[in-house]
């Protein structure tokens, strides 16, 4: 051993100096061989934390922390007694370490946090030993403590004091504080260790420990008291208010776990209190803890609850220190003093225990009504302290009390679900104040600009909004009228005040417009669309339009919608209050159904520099898309001279916005990252595709529609051609983000426009399709030009997906030519969004798309049946696999169902019809991926539906394709039933059951479809062939013909599992 430390000094030392590289990794190694091997190399880290070097030394901090973590390795993994010689061995060290240096040394005073892992390893140490080893390990401690008696120094050693009390602290934490039990994963063995140590401490030490601890609080809170009338700063003041405050959290971490009546006694109680108001900060936060564990300590009867709580009387207290401290805080000002709001902190969650320990007593009044009595009587004396907690300035305070808060409302709630009578005038008064408080707080601070806010305070105020929010919910639920008269009175009174011309706070300006912002959500037992704002009759859908709603009465957020826009408060000099009012204005569209007069000067306030042209680009990027979502919203109630003139309103806006991100890397890409984070233009193509929107309105004059619609993509076109040149050679990435921003617009204003539809109805105004088409012709020689770049075939994909959208089958002919561009340079990763684009064109082009379909299909499933057949690596390639499977059978079941499915038998692609079945049915198969089983079955269907059908009467020929049903009979229905019977299929699991559904109905589509053969074939061939006795079989088959698909699929689901259940008995 004596050998050995030189090396295991010399590594730990070359471990903590980095410079040493080249030895670094030996040491480290050496190290952690160590510490592995903690069962026989805990005496070297013994000898080095407790001995000497042979100059008589400690040995280097650095070397005895390292030996400390070593012996906690050793400790925290044992629970079996130690052998004798090494408990011996490490009890005599340990306690000759304490007397030299706790009794008579400085206790590590120049390494503190040596000092505090000491007592984490004493505290690991105590717990392997107490119980069966070392009971007297308290009583060994105590008997260092007491000095010899002197006037002017402490009765007790300060040194051991300390120690005692982080051993004790450390000591509940293990065995006692779920909180650190549920950071780490559970152990049995360490639980029923935690447990027995706990409780023989309860049975041998409890009362030792209580009284050693108090009797040194009192020792020292003495000391402090006479210091105090001496000097405001001293040693000795500091070592007294150190000991006290140790003393009393010592006193809380127990409290928790060990006999009520150790902890609640004559001299507890005076003593607590005295020190709840105490001058320092740290004696008065660590005796809120103490109460706060205290009043919410389990005790098994109601009644002894009660009596703790009336002893306390902690509700008077509380009351007069918030009050005390409360007015402090306004005494203060602006001076902000964090650890005084601590303190109101902590107060506010010491009244919230306290409440919601008094509300449990509160629910046993069938059992206990005099307690129950009782406590409601308590509760309600401390419900307006709760308020002003509730008030407080600081949002950390004011949410202390949340917990509490719910728990009342809630039993409100349950009273007012079993009572019809009115409210209580008691309960009414509460919740009228408390409405009062929740709209207050709602407010921003009036000296705080949140543009300075960070996003964490902007987010943490925007959460606390939202908690206030749904206690005003919840206030709804009991009472409605209180909460619609409390926000609409201070909403109305507040637009009111500023249409008259009197001066606001932009903060109470806010919060009245954010009132009617949340009020629909608060208010949902109105009605919905237009009935949430007028008291109007019922009118069916279609004849809405010709019904004047002007002429009925407002509902309360009717009327508070109406002010708003009435008051004019949009044009507010403060940002926030302009963005709040067009948040509300757009969530609110029905309102401006029956009340159209408000759209214009809604409008107003949106264009002008209140919000799209406002110079602040946060502002003007939110406004485009409520700008938007108001437009979208209005549309059919703005006429062709509003939209003409709104258009010529915006025109300055469409200046395509390139901005290039901060890289944070050099090896980034710059035009992706700027294509991932494109800054203003995201915001910016909510406008090009209100432009479109707003065009489109424009549809009693073709000509000038056209003539519109040409002045806006014109320049875009021309910055299409002005950058094509220069964007060929892809060293600038500037031109290449100019084209794809340009087409991303051209896009989107085709988004505007409404749907082709089909059939075209007779008196339709048609868009423009000649410009549509000539945008679709630059587009197209843009991709042809510049094809190597995926963004730019991003861009034509969903430029073309919105054009083919808007004008059908006007751009067909640009299909081939757009399809062998996309695919000339493609990307594995694009897979999925080109086969969601042909989706797409199928959906909108049918027949039309035929021919590329038919020369397309072939070479894509061969090249996608590649990839699914390769092997998956990695949790990515597991992700993008499964989305490709999903896509192609998304895209096979479109093509079915848009009677398109003649491309797959074509003179082209018929030697790849069966290859391609083949592929299905291994997907049918896979039960790991059932998503994509129900999708292959639901193919496999519709193929069975159009190939398979017998020869008809009429003409002898068979429709379907020969011999197909030899394919189905040999090779699909044995499939079905390899999945039905497969180990791994649990029809317990919803997703599992949705495919055997699929599989019921793939069978009866079989059956149905080919009639008696069918019957035939599952009655006489292949159910005997699987063992089924003939009375099954012919049950089977015969429910299989008879029933309906609903009825059906029951039968089978109930057939299959109790035939299942059957099997594994």
Not at 751 to 766: M, Q
Not at 998 to 1015: D, H, M, W
Request: glycine share 4%.
């Amino acid at each position: 051993m004596e050998e050995e430390i030189p090396h295991y000094v010399e590594a730990i030392c070359i471990a903590s100096e980095p410079s040493q590289s080249h030895l670094h990794q030996q040491a480290f190694e050496y190290l952690s061989n160590l510490r592995q091997n903690a069962n026989e190399t805990w005496r070297l880290a013994l000898t080095a934390f407790t001995g000497m070097t042979s100059e008589g030394n400690k040995y280097p901090e650095s070397v005895r922390f390292y030996s400390l973590r070593l012996l906690d390795e050793f400790f925290d993994n044992r629970f079996e007694p130690l052998d004798e010689d090494s408990f011996r061995t490490l009890q005599q060290s340990l306690i000759s370490y304490v007397q030299s240096e706790y009794v008579y040394g400085s206790a590590e005073s120049n390494a503190s946090y040596l000092r505090n892992k000491f007592s984490h390893t004493l505290t690991l140490f105590f717990l392997c030993t107490y119980v069966e080893q070392w009971p007297t390990f308290f009583t060994d401690l105590f008997s260092l403590i007491r000095l010899p008696e002197s006037p002017s120094q402490p009765q007790f050693n300060r040194h051991v004091s300390l120690l005692l009390f982080h051993l004790i602290s450390e000591i509940s934490g293990e065995v006692a504080d779920q909180t650190i039990k549920s950071a780490r994963t559970f152990n049995p063995i360490r639980h029923t260790r935690d447990s027995r140590v706990r409780d023989a401490v309860r049975e041998r030490d409890a009362p030792l420990i209580n009284e050693a601890v108090l009797t040194i609080i009192v020792d020292g809170t003495e000391r402090l008291a006479l210091l105090r009338k001496t000097t405001t700063s001293s040693p000795e003041l500091s070592e007294a208010l150190e000991i006290v405050d140790w003393g009393i959290r010592t006193f809380g971490s127990y409290a928790g776990w060990i006999d009520i009546n150790l902890t609640i006694t004559p001299i507890t109680i005076p003593l607590l209190f005295s020190l709840l108001p105490d001058p320092n900060l740290a004696i008065r936060l660590a005796t809120s803890t103490a109460l706060l564990r205290i009043i919410a300590k389990g005790l098994k009867e109601p009644e002894d609850k009660l009596q703790l709580v009336k002893v306390l009387a902690l509700g008077q207290v509380i009351d007069a220190l918030e009050s005390k401290t409360s007015a402090e805080q306004v005494a203060r000002g602006s001076n902000e003093d964090e650890g005084e709001e601590s303190y109101r902190e902590a107060l506010g969650r010491l009244l919230n225990v306290l409440g919601l320990e008094l509300s449990k007593l509160t629910e046993v009044e069938s059992e206990k009504p005099e307690v129950a009595a009782d406590a409601t009587r308590l509760l309600e004396q401390i419900l307006p302290v709760m308020l002003r907690f509730m008030s407080d300035k600081y949002d950390d305070t004011c949410s202390t009390v949340f917990p509490l808060l719910q728990t009342i409302l809630a039993s409100y709630k349950r009273s007012r679900k079993v009572s019809t009578d009115p409210l209580e005038e008691s309960k009414r008064s509460f919740l009228v104040s408390l409405l009062q408080v929740i709209m207050q707080k709602m407010k921003w601070d009036d000296e705080e600009d949140p543009s300075d806010l960070d996003d964490d305070d902007f987010s943490a105020f925007e959460t606390l909004r939202k908690d206030l929010k749904l206690s005003m919910d919840a206030v709804f639920t009991i009472d409605q009228d209180l909460v619609t008269n409390a926000a609409r009175t201070m909403s109305l009174q507040t637009l009111s005040a500023y249409r008259s011309g009197m001066s606001l706070n932009w903060n109470d300006a806010e919060l009245a417009v954010y009132l009617v912002y949340i009020f629909g959500e608060i208010v949902k037992t109105g009605g919905k669309g237009r009935a949430a704002f007028c008291v109007a009759p019922l009118v069916p859908k279609e004849k809405r339009r010709e019904v004047d709603y002007s002429e009925y009465p407002l509902t309360p957020h009717g009327e508070m919608l109406l002010a708003l826009v009435q008051s004019g408060i949009s044009a507010f000099p403060h940002r926030l209050v302009a963005m709040q009012f067009f948040e509300t204005v757009a969530r609110y569209g029905d309102f401006f159904k029956i009340r159209k007069e408000c759209i214009m000067p809604t409008l107003e306030a949106i264009v002008d520099t209140r919000g799209l042209h406002n110079p602040d680009s946060t502002v003007r990027s939110r406004t485009y898309y409520l700008f938007h979502r108001f437009i979208k919203e209005s549309r059919n109630d703005i006429s062709e001279e509003l939209a003409v003139n709104l258009v010529q309103g915006i025109r300055d806006l469409l200046t395509i916005q390139v901005d290039l991100p901060t890289l944070d890397s050099p090896d980034d890409d710059l035009l992706a990252e700027a294509i991932k984070n494109p800054g203003l233009f995201d915001s910016q193509l909510y406008l090009f595709e209100t432009l479109g929107t707003l065009i489109s309105l424009v549809s009693k004059s073709p000509d000038q529609q056209a003539g519109m619609l040409l002045s806006i993509v014109t320049p875009l076109l021309d910055e299409l051609s002005s950058n094509l040149t220069v964007a060929k050679g892809g060293k600038d990435p500037i031109p290449i983000l100019r084209i794809h921003h340009s087409i991303m617009a051209l896009g989107n204003v085709a988004k505007g426009f409404p749907d082709y539809p089909s059939p075209v109805p007779e008196g339709y105004c048609l868009p423009s399709l000649d410009v549509f088409q000539r945008v679709a012709q630059a587009i197209l020689s843009c991709l042809e030009a510049m094809n190597v770049f995926k963004d730019v075939r991003d861009a034509t994909r969903h430029a073309f997906a919105r054009i083919i959208a808007t004008t059908g089958s006007s751009v067909t002919h640009l299909i081939p030519p757009l399809m062998a561009n996309l695919l000339a340079q493609f990307e594995p990763s694009e897979l999925v969004d080109f086969m969601n684009f042909i989706g797409l064109l199928i959906h909108k082009l049918q027949s039309e798309l035929f021919n590329v379909l038919d020369e397309l299909i072939g070479p894509l499933s061969a090249h996608i049946t590649q990839l699914l057949n390769q092997p998956v690596t990695g949790t990515d390639d597991s992700v993008e696999h499964a989305e490709t499977k999903r896509a192609y059978l998304t895209l096979l079941t479109n093509v079915m169902s848009s009677d398109l499915h003649d491309i797959f038998i074509s003179d082209r692609n018929k030697a790849t019809f069966e290859p391609l079945l083949i592929s299905m049915s291994r997907l049918a198969e896979d039960i790991s991926d059932s998503s994509s089983q129900k999708s292959a079955f639901a193919f496999l269907s519709r193929c069975v539906q159009v190939w398979c059908r017998p020869a008809t009467a009429a003409d002898g020929q068979a429709q379907g394709v020969p011999g197909f049903e030899r394919f189905v009979y040999e090779r699909l229905v044995p499939t079905a039933f390899v999945v039905l019977s497969s180990p791994q299929f649990n029809i317990k699991d919803g997703q599992m059951m949705v495919v055997l559904l699929e599989i019921g109905n793939f069978l009866q589509i079989v059956c149905k479809t080919r009639g008696q053969e069918a019957q035939d074939f599952f009655l006489s061939a292949f159910l005997p062939s699987q063992g089924w006795p003939s009375d099954t079989a012919m049950e089977f088959t015969g429910k299989l013909r008879d029933l309906d698909n609903k009825a059906f699929r029951k039968y089978f689901a109930d057939f299959v599992r109790s035939s299942r259940s059957q099997a594994s008995s």
